[in-house]
């Protein structure tokens, strides 16, 4: 059964979420909490394989408190589920290592994706998160002198898009091994040193 906790300062909105699991049995809530010190709290309680929590909290907020969890309790997967959806708060989270990030107006079936994508592995960002990726991708802010073929551009806007290597491979007609070398092309030019990174980059940047 997965463990989870939910952190978010409000009750009600807590409790509405609590709601999604009441018939999905491979899913259990651990615990509640109303700020980030009751997170780490539960931490040392309990067992919990996910946390579900809000940026804005009292006491310890989001970003903290997933900073704290990252080193602590490096095995338990964060999924972000907030109001905020501007490019700063993706950026720094990304930069934190959180697994997930998803607006407040997700749906039930959006949030289980999630629980599972996170907990196989993988990163995950709702649609609605995924949009601003791609708005950044025209935006005229600064230029990067980091120059990235047409081919490196689509890559990465399929791995922002969370597709993996051979999904990648097979909307775009070309071996995995192509896009793996594609894939460390692109670390090696943004200078990232995983993923995180280059969704970072392709955030901070548009594509000349």
Same mark, same amino acid.
């Given at each position: ?8 300062? !409000? !009750? #009600?909105? /807590?409790?509405?979420? $609590?709601?999604?699991?009441?018939? $999905?049995?491979?899913? *259990?809530?651990?615990? !509640? ?31 903290? +408190? ?10 338990? *997967? ?12 993706? /950026? ?5 290592? #959180? ?29 609605? #998160? ?13 230029? @990067?002198?980091?120059?990235? @073929? /047409?081919? &490196? ?11 993996? @290597? ?13 896009? &793996?070398? !594609? ?6 030019? @943004?200078?990232? *040193? ?5 969704? /970072? ?6 594509? +000349?």
């Amino acid at each position: 059964m997965i463990q989870i906790i939910l952190a978010d300062d !409000h !009750h #009600v909105f /807590r409790e509405g979420i $609590a709601s999604f699991f009441d018939e $999905a049995a491979k899913y *259990k809530i651990a615990g !509640h909490a109303a700020n980030g010190l009751e997170v780490i709290d539960l931490l040392k309680e309990n067992v919990a394989d996910v946390v579900i929590m809000d940026i804005s909290m009292p006491e310890l907020d989001g970003i903290a +408190t997933a900073e704290i969890i990252k080193k602590d309790y490096p095995n338990v *997967k964060i999924i972000m589920l907030t109001m905020h959806e501007t490019q700063n708060y993706i /950026r720094k989270l990304l930069e934190v290592g #959180v697994d997930g990030y998803l607006l407040k107006t997700t749906s039930k079936g959006e949030l289980y994706e999630a629980i599972d994508k996170v907990l196989a592995g993988n990163k995950f960002y709702g649609g609605d #998160v995924q949009q601003i990726f791609m708005n950044s991708f025209n935006s005229d802010k600064v230029v @990067t002198e980091i120059k990235l @073929t /047409r081919r &490196e551009k689509e890559i990465l806007e399929l791995i922002c898009n969370e597709l993996n @290597t051979n999904e990648i491979a097979e909307k775009l007609f070309i071996s995995a091994y192509t896009v &793996e070398t !594609h894939r460390k092309n692109l670390l090696s030019k @943004t200078g990232s *040193k995983n993923v995180a990174g280059l969704v /970072r980059f392709a955030l901070e940047n548009k594509f +000349t």
